[in-house]
């Protein structure tokens, strides 16, 4: 079998899994580039013999982490043999944040919104780098993901290579997009300041009706006062005023 001298980029697909003598491991990279669909993504298996290596897979490493792999690829000696990539080094270029397990009995979040704006972002980007002069390379990388990911969320991960010109760009339009939101007026709150309705709780809670009745019928002209007195009551219910009779109430 013929070992090319290779090296690649991709997530962790899998948690590494330990090989069949000790100070060895095995796992899974996917590789995806930034301008390449799901349907294209390769899946490479990965293994090692260096044991620091492998403890490091074993223990440290987890799905969705991003992986500097480089090593030799084995090619099979036969159309229907395997290949494999027998690393020597591994760089973790990006690592998902820890979280715990998942609970069996805990609802499923709806994370489409989320995934939703993460493709559009990584589009945009994506877009926003191929536009570049001619012969200049990539030298940056934008890594674009959810946070506390698991192996489930490895797809919508997204890896974009810039060129210095290009990221300078991106940092002006950033800070004018800044810019311009500073500028716009605070959005209105969905929900009344506590204090504000605690405030207008209490102007209500000490209002007295008859009082307030017998204000509005003081101010009303004689000829008015029994349409007006029917009115409050439709809005307050039966209302005892003073100087009118109940049968005119």
């Given at each position: 079998m013929e070992r090319i001298p290779f090296a690649l980029t991709g997530y962790l697909g899998t948690a590494a899994a330990p090989g069949d003598t000790v100070g060895t491991a095995s796992w899974r990279l996917i590789s995806s580039p930034a301008d390449c669909t799901a349907e294209e993504e390769a899946v490479i298996p990965c293994t090692t013999s260096v044991p620091d290596l492998a403890h490091t897979l074993l223990t440290e490493c987890q799905p969705g982490d991003l992986l500097r792999v480089t090593g030799h690829l084995t090619l099979p000696g036969s159309a229907d043999g395997g290949f494999r990539l027998d690393a020597d080094?591994?760089?973790?270029?990006?690592?998902?944040?820890?979280?715990?397990?998942?609970?069996?009995?805990?609802?499923?979040?709806?994370?489409?919104?989320?995934?939703?704006?993460?493709?559009?972002?990584?589009?945009?980007?994506?877009?926003?780098?191929?536009?570049?002069?001619?012969?200049?390379?990539?030298?940056?990388?934008?890594?674009?993901?959810?946070?506390?990911?698991?192996?489930?969320?490895?797809?919508?991960?997204?890896?974009?290579?810039?060129?210095?010109?290009?990221?300078?760009?991106?940092?002006?339009?950033?800070?004018?997009?800044?810019?311009?939101?500073?500028?716009?007026?605070?959005?209105?709150?969905?929900?009344?300041?506590?204090?504000?309705?605690?405030?207008?709780?209490d102007l209500f809670e000490g209002l007295d009706l008859t009082e307030l009745t017998q204000a509005v019928l003081d101010a009303t002209r004689p000829e008015d006062r029994l349409a007006v007195t029917r009115a409050l009551d439709d809005m307050f219910g039966d209302i005892p005023v003073a100087g009118i009779e109940d049968t005119d109430q």
């Open positions: 080094t591994v760089e973790v270029l990006w690592g998902v944040p820890l979280s715990g397990p998942p609970q069996d009995d805990a609802p499923a979040d709806d994370h489409s919104a989320r995934n939703r704006a993460i493709l559009a972002l990584a589009e945009a980007l994506t877009g926003f780098a191929y536009e570049r002069t001619p012969g200049e390379q990539p030298d940056i990388r934008i890594i674009i993901g959810p946070v506390g990911i698991n192996e489930l969320d490895v797809a919508h991960c997204h890896s974009i290579d810039v060129t210095t010109a290009r990221t300078h760009q991106l940092a002006d339009a950033v800070d004018a997009m800044r810019a311009t939101l500073d500028s716009q007026p605070p959005p209105l709150a969905d929900g009344l300041d506590p204090q504000t309705l605690a405030d207008l709780t």
